[in-house]
């Protein structure tokens, strides 16, 4: 296998007005969002909607990360699910959605959402067929 470079930008909520400047350069999005906070989860909602309206994410695939589940009940888990309309995004997104439940801070989950972006790099078709398998569950 080849070396291959795949360029990960993190532009924090605070710059969310600048987030449509990166979108004609990107092949795919990964959104994260705190689970440990449900408290929030109505702004992650329209900050993701918002962004996938953009006109350059329309044919592209979508990862949402929801991080920290380690520290996060099932309930408030699916509450998050619920105000993201994530089954809504899975059913419907053309270029292939993508729901990872990661704990960045013990690793877990986050292999699988590397070998997601991989993959998308590689070739963007394969996002459909492997969001089957994309979720974590702690």
């Known amino acids: 296998e080849k ?8 532009i924090g909520g605070v710059m ?6 990166y979108l004609h350069r990107c092949h795919a999005l990964v959104f994260v969002i705190d689970a440990s906070s449900v408290s929030n989860a109505d702004g992650a909602s329209a900050a993701l909607h918002a962004l996938i ?3 350059h994410l329309q044919q592209k695939p979508v990862i ?9 009940t099932q309930a408030d888990l699916a509450t998050l699910q619920e105000l993201l309309h994530i089954d ?3 059913d419907n997104w053309k270029a292939g959605f993508t729901l990872c439940h990661t704990d960045a801070a013990s ?13 998308l790099h590689r070739d963007p078709q394969t996002s459909k067929a492997l969001a089957a398998t994309a979720t974590f569950t702690p």
């Open 64 to 72: 949402v990360c929801l991080n920290k589940v380690g520290t996060t």
């Open 107 to 119: 690793g877990a989950g986050v292999a699988r959402v590397l070998q997601l972006a991989r993959a």
């Open 3 to 10: 070396n291959e470079t795949i360029v990960c930008r993190e």
């Open 53 to 55: 309206a953009h006109d």
């Open 88 to 90: 809504d995004l899975v």
């Open 16 to 21: 969310a007005r600048m987030w449509p400047a």
